[in-house]
């Protein structure tokens, strides 16, 4: 707890000192950014790496991804300066903004079911799931203990390359939000279908540490994000933008 509270200073120390060296002068120094595996924001990052080169060019990006989990736990301790995740509850010394909404869709390669499926049939299906931290597992729990049914969970996989795997096998079934569904689809040359009764969502949004202030150089880095994912047009899809 000291060395995380020691670390969260130091940052803040050096932001400080950044943010006088650069006053009236052109935003330098790095900027961290935590992606969830399969967010929409995801199919931004060449853009936004395009756009910061364009505007910002003396200013360095990491992007580091991960589970939500583990992001906020960086954003606490000072490794990254925002993370954009699904959120489906407030947590303790992180500050969330809303950014938009996904359907959560049934991802698998073997007897399509049209373009929705009702949770009661989901129940039947050979399931492969995160574990159960994730915000996308909560949420598909939460679904089932509401409709008193039993998920059929034959494997909980956190790799996206290996859940593309075993989808693209034939051997189950996995359950995503539309953009990483969509993105999955494709990879395994599969079929999506939209869960309903009940329709299932989750916020996506872009988290900082509620503890300091972002730098000048992460604040511009912010604000370019934050354009970006907001583009109602982002990759021609429907998704609900949150005001």
């Given at each position: 707890m000291l060395y995380t509270h020691a670390r969260t200073i130091l940052r803040q120390c050096e932001q400080a000192q950044l943010a006088v060296n650069n006053v009236g002068q052109t935003l330098t120094g790095q900027v961290s950014i935590g992606l969830a595996p399969g967010t929409a924001a995801s199919s931004i990052t060449?853009?936004?790496?395009?756009?910061?080169?364009?505007e910002l060019p003396d200013v360095q990006v990491y992007l580091h991804e991960n589970s939500g989990a583990v992001l906020n736990d960086k954003l606490l301790s000072g490794q990254l300066d925002m993370a954009v995740l699904y959120e489906r509850s407030p947590v303790a010394g992180i500050?969330?903004?809303?950014?938009?909404?996904?359907?959560?869709y049934l991802v698998g390669t073997r007897e399509c079911p049209g373009?929705?499926?009702d949770l009661a049939a989901v129940a039947q299906m050979n399931l492969f799931l995160p574990r159960d931290y994730s915000a996308v597992r909560?949420?598909?729990?939460?679904?089932f203990s509401l409709r008193r049914l039993t998920a059929k969970v034959i494997g909980e996989i956190e790799s996206i390359s290996t859940l593309t795997a075993a989808i693209a096998s034939g051997m189950g079934v996995t359950v995503l939000p539309e953009s990483a569904a969509r993105s999955l689809c494709n990879a395994a040359n599969g079929w999506m279908a939209r869960i309903t009764t009940p329709?299932?969502?989750?916020p996506l949004s872009l988290n900082v540490s509620a503890r300091g202030s972002l730098s000048p150089q992460a604040q511009a880095v912010k604000e370019i994000l934050l354009s970006l994912v907001s583009r109602p047009a982002l990759e021609n899809r429907e998704l609900q933008l949150v005001s």
């Open positions: 060449m853009p936004l790496l395009q756009t910061l080169r364009a500050s969330s903004q809303p950014l938009l909404k996904e359907d959560l373009q929705s499926v909560l949420r598909v729990d939460e679904a329709s299932m969502n989750l």
